[in-house]
């Protein structure tokens, strides 16, 4: 067991959990409206407790990480993840709305491009916040691992992603029993998300001892 009692937490990981916890409040309450979900004072939920919620974890995983530093680097990690995901699923949606289709071959090459936005985009954030790696001399060598494994991820993204939407899709709607409760496109954004779940497991492995190992 290794005990960090030198660690501290500073103000880019505060910042940067309020405004995880801001920008996902937002976005889930843009998705219930957008399904005409009405919650009430969901806006002020998505203002005050998400960002709440996302510091009060990350000082938890701060103060655990004291002891296993692993703890600590997985909270910034899954930070920066959520940031991934949603820019995952925005620009997944933008690709749906312009193509007009969210299924079948279309859907899974909207869903590669969409993750690969999201994953080149938190490189940085993973190597200089979570994993804190401020060494610049092997960039290429490490981006090159970086690469294979985000490479397998997207493999096994695309693939969970497919299979959430073209086998279980209808299952689930009938399910529901009610196509006005949940439609392709919902069908669609619940598939990324548990790609996206599943995913995120195998990159920080990968990330943590393969990539960004010390």
Not at 30 to 38: D, F, S, V
Not at 118 to 140: I, L, V
Not at 160 to 179: D, E, R
Not at 185 to 196: L, S
């Amino acid at each position: 067991m290794i005990v960090l009692t030198h660690m501290k937490m500073k103000k880019i990981d505060v910042i940067l959990a309020l405004i995880t916890g801001e920008i996902t409040g937002w976005f889930f309450y843009g998705m219930l409206k957008n399904m005409a979900i009405e919650v009430r004072y969901l806006d002020w939920a998505a203002a005050l407790v998400f960002p709440f919620l996302a510091l009060f974890g990350l000082w938890i995983c701060f103060l655990l990480g004291k002891k296993f530093i692993f703890i600590f680097q997985a909270a910034k990690y899954l930070l920066i993840g959520i940031l991934a995901t949603l820019v995952d699923l925005g620009v997944m949606n933008i690709l749906i709305w312009i193509t007009g289709i969210a299924t079948g071959t279309y859907y899974s090459v909207s869903k590669g491009i969409s993750f690969l936005f999201a994953t080149f985009s938190k490189y940085f954030g993973d190597k200089f916040w979570a994993f804190e790696q401020t060494n610049k001399e092997e960039m290429k060598k490490e981006f090159a691992k970086f690469f294979l494994v985000t490479l397998i991820g997207l493999t096994i993204n695309v693939s969970i992603a497919s299979f959430v939407v073209k086998f279980l899709g209808y299952h689930i709607i009938t399910l529901f029993n009610s196509t006005a409760v949940l439609n392709e496109k919902m069908i669609a954004n619940i598939g990324g998300i548990v790609a996206a779940i599943v995913v995120a497991i195998w990159n920080f492995i990968g990330y943590k001892f393969i990539v960004f190992k010390k």
